[in-house]
């Protein structure tokens, strides 16, 4: 028998079950107020014990008088009256039960056996004290490519979970019955269910059950900014650190797909339809594939050189490898999408003539004319939009020239102007495209920074400076009209505008001057109205956006859809896949009402 | 993949001629507009505006100059050879509805785009006057094409070698002055040149269309790479022009834009000859 420190902990004793010799225990309270009784065999005697419902909160009660340090013959199970104490097994040690039950202090409890009875699931825990139980598991980082490194290549900054990392971070879920994590998904990821399948080390599984309502997975691991979404809401986040959604949903699909378990689904059905999308960015392509699966024929038509759109263009390979942008399209081709190129909608063929073709049509063009101030020198050299220059970089392989042909802009001080993720994407692509000096000039403070805080970190650890509260008034230029310098003034917050963020108000005569030889405008994007010249009667609002049904994405041509950026301006990459899977609900729904009338 | 169905070389083999099959776009483009090429998986997109299009048979063509690295490369290819990317049509069409009389200046490489809007300005029942010029001779392109479109045709070569010895303007400055029936003046040629004949119409106010070439990279309207200065308004040539009211256009901004990767041009060049 084991010395005890007999201690009454607030006043109360504890109950264990557990080996004397090598202390694994088993507590016995069980979740509802009432107290649970349950029968004993105190020596030779059967005695009631009772027992409260929290850990903290412990009463016991015996029919005899029994103290601390005593030993216990037996304990029943209160639903089945099985034994919970397993006699036929032995320390291999001390040669004592493996458990017997001990009036003890309550010192250290390790979650333990269910009643023995096979069937009868009860066990000597609730889950909250389950939970409390838990050694506690800090929110997991991920292992990253050194700053000092990672800043004169273009690989990938975090590496990912390891299968290790991953299980650690899959314990910290709580289950939740009702998961509010779920709902701040714009395309209602079952993340709970794929986080215990992460826990039962089913990593493949746990892709597959993603998969069923997100057809990007590795790409949405990486890109989607979750503390404003799924993680956002997680219980775990409102004491601790949220659970680690993205990185988990990253690595279950880096894991499917690097371990060639990805399985392209055969598609037999042929409903005889078919349907054409506008533009291969999130938003398409979650259109392409929900509809393809149904069995619709789905022809893509892409007016770049390359698929995917903003994930191509836009997003930088550091953030986004492309091969996993062309996995993700590829599977896509498997599952029979035809992908059309260099086709651009509007003046080669018109929604019209789509119209004739094909069944249905969504429109997922993103909004991709670049933002400028309007203010002098704009057209200076060397001063781009984050568009030209991350199109030069991602998609013609600038940074690779002289070996691949489009001349990269380099500039030892580069200024760019912007505080979301397209400003920082511009300013970690000039940084290790050997540019001395990065700065980035942004009218509001920190705290209202648009870009993920993580992409901000990451800024900051490559040595990018931040000038905010800073607007640029006027670019300029030398003899050779190239920038030379940005005429800035200094800002101050007044009141909250229309976005409910504090408004950004000049300071009068606070004009300084900071020098750069190249400048890049990263203040946003709008409607590209190419497509829409030959499509008049398509209802667009007053900034140019296209005018849908918000419960079915149909725009104002019964049959043509849109979704993604054209419709709400610059968002997520997972909101347009949201409002691809809405347009695609919708279109199967009429089409399958056409279909049935014949 | 896009074949090239027929070559033709002019100006010394300064000036290629292509014919590209792209039955696609030769159904829907129309005289002004501009496709962009990408010859090779690591090249660079260039814009290059179609000088005439065959429906029937389904080609586009293509006349450029020799001027970089990309160019160069298009030269040596051949009949039968691929291009990788060829997108288009792009930008909005030239203005060739009836406008009575049009004066259609031409200049170098210029002369293979005014020609297409010649050709439509002609079929929509326009008189037609063409002036093309060139440095001499032997770099002066698609004479007989013109001659059969024109009801009129001057010729200026810098170096008098052949036709008027003088720049486009001259036979542009006689006939503003001598005739009043001119409703329109449409050039396309180098920066200066259009310059020039801007500074020269605007004297006589005289409507006059130009059609740009900046650098371009997309070509959609996605990169801002083209941005023009039109009435001091920022425009994208690709998606609002190429052809936009030469009034209203900073040449000069126009031509420090066009120079900014010269050095970028030469060293790809070295590159590809190393």
Redesign the interface.
């Known amino acids: 028998m084991l010395e005890h420190d007999i201690k009454t902990l607030k006043n109360k004793i504890y109950l264990n079950i557990y080996c004397p010799h090598c202390q694994n225990s088993l507590n016995v309270a069980d979740k509802g107020k009432n107290l649970l009784v349950y029968k004993a065999i105190y020596k030779g005697e059967e005695i009631q014990l009772k027992l409260g419902a929290y850990l903290d909160n412990y009463e016991t009660e015996t029919s005899v008088p029994i103290e601390s340090g005593e030993v216990l013959d037996d304990l029943l199970c209160p639903k089945c009256n099985q034994s919970l104490v397993d006699n036929g097994k032995h320390c291999v040690e001390c040669e004592s039960p493996v458990a017997r039950v001990t009036v003890s202090a309550q010192s250290r409890l390790i979650p333990f056996f269910h009643c023995l009875k096979s069937g009868c699931q009860w066990h000597g825990l609730s889950k909250a004290d389950e939970r409390k139980l838990k050694p506690k598991v800090p929110r997991q980082k991920m292992p990253e490519q050194d700053k000092d490194l990672r800043t004169h290549n273009f690989q990938e900054v975090p590496y990912g979970y390891t299968g290790e990392l991953a299980l650690l971070e899959a314990t910290r879920c709580l289950q939740c019955k009702k998961p509010l994590c779920v709902d701040g998904c714009p395309v209602n990821v079952d993340i709970p269910a794929f986080i215990a399948l992460v826990a039962e080390e089913k990593f493949d599984e746990a892709a597959k059950k993603i998969k069923e309502t997100n057809v990007l997975p590795a790409i949405c691991g990486r890109v989607c900014p979750q503390e404003s979404q799924c993680e956002e809401k997680c219980i775990v986040g409102v004491k601790d650190e949220p659970v680690a959604i993205g990185r988990l949903e990253r690595f279950v699909a880096d894991y499917e797909r690097n371990m060639g378990l990805v399985k392209v689904p055969n598609i037999k059905e042929n409903l005889g339809q078919k349907i054409a999308v506008v533009g291969s960015g999130p938003a398409g392509l979650t259109v392409a594939a929900d509809m393809r699966s149904l069995g619709y024929g789905v022809t893509i038509l892409e007016a770049s050189h390359v698929t995917g759109g903003v994930l191509t263009y836009g997003i930088p390979e550091f953030r986004l490898p492309k091969a996993i942008v062309q996995f993700e399209i590829n599977y896509l081709k498997e599952l029979g999408c035809r992908f059309e190129l260099n086709h651009v909608v509007g003046p080669l063929t018109s929604i019209e003539e789509l119209r004739q073709e094909f069944d249905a049509v969504f429109i997922g063009i993103g909004a991709g004319l670049p933002v400028f101030m309007n203010i002098e020198g704009e057209a200076l050299g060397y001063v781009y939009s984050a568009n030209e220059y991350l199109t030069r970089i991602n998609l013609m392989k600038a940074y690779l020239f002289p070996e691949y042909d489009t001349p990269m802009p380099r500039g030892d001080k580069v200024v760019v102007i912007g505080g979301g993720n397209v400003a920082m994407d511009c300013a970690r692509n000039a940084i290790r495209t050997g540019s001395k000096e990065v700065t980035i000039v942004y009218r509001r403070s920190r705290n209202e920074l648009p870009a993920r805080l993580e992409e901000v970190h990451h800024a900051e650890e490559e040595g990018i400076q931040f000038r905010l509260l800073t607007n640029p008034i006027r670019y300029i230029g030398n003899s050779q009209s190239r920038v030379t310098a940005l005429e800035c003034i200094k800002m101050e917050l007044g009141e909250p505008d229309s976005s409910g963020r504090r408004r950004p108000i000049p300071i009068e005569g606070s004009n300084f001057i900071v020098e750069c030889d190249m400048a890049i405008v990263a203040i946003g994007t709008s409607s590209n109205p190419i497509i829409f010249k030959t499509t008049p009667d398509l209802e667009r609002n007053k900034w140019g956006y296209i005018n849908v049904n918000p419960e079915t994405n149909e725009t104002s041509i019964p049959l043509v859809y849109a979704g993604g950026d054209i419709i709400t301006g610059s968002a997520t990459v997972i909101e347009a896949m949201g409002a691809g899977r809405i347009a695609a609900r919708d279109m199967h729904k009429k089409l399958s009402e056409i279909r049935n009338k014949k | 993949m896009f074949p090239i169905v027929n070559k033709q070389t002019m100006a010394k083999g300064t000036i290629v001629r292509f014919d590209i099959s792209a039955p ?2 030769a159904r ?1 483009v129309q005289a002004g ?1 501009f496709v962009i090429i ?1 010859v090779h998986e ?4 260039i814009p290059l505006t179609v000088a005439e299009a065959d429906a029937f048979i389904g080609t586009i063509t293509i006349i450029f100059q020799v001027v970089g ?2 160019t160069a490369l298009m030269r040596s290819l051949n009949e039968g050879d691929m291009i ?7 930008g ?1 069409p030239a203005e060739t509805h009836n406008h009575g009389t049009v004066v259609m200046v031409g200049g170098g490489t210029g002369v293979a785009i005014i020609y297409h809007v010649t050709k439509a300005m002609k079929e929509a029942g326009n008189k037609v006057i063409g002036i093309i010029g060139a440095r001499e001779q032997n770099m002066l392109i698609l004479e007989e094409e013109m001659r059969v479109l024109c009801d009129e045709l001057f010729i200026t070569t810098d170096d008098g070698s052949y036709g008027m010895k003088g720049f486009v303007t001259d036979p542009l400055r006689t006939l503003l002055t001598e005739r009043k029936d001119i409703n329109l003046v449409y050039a396309i040629g180098p920066i200066i040149m259009m310059k020039n004949v801007c500074k020269l119409t605007k004297e006589f106010n005289m409507r006059t269309m130009v059609s740009l070439n900046p650098v371009m ?2 070509g ?6 083209c ?3 039109i009435d001091g ?2 425009k ?1 040539c690709c ?1 609002d022009g190429p052809d936009f009211d030469g009034h209203t256009v ?1 040449f000069d ?1 126009l031509e ?2 066009n120079s ?2 010269l050095k ?2 030469k ?2 060049l ?3 000859v190393h």
């Open positions: 696609k776009i829907k507009q990408r690591k090249g660079e997109r690295k990309t990788q990317d060829v997108v288009g049509p792009l909005k990279i997309d959609t309207g996605m990169c801002g790479g941005r023009v200065s308004k920022t994208f998606v900073d901004e420090k834009r900014l990767y970028d041009e060293d790809s070295l590159f590809s």
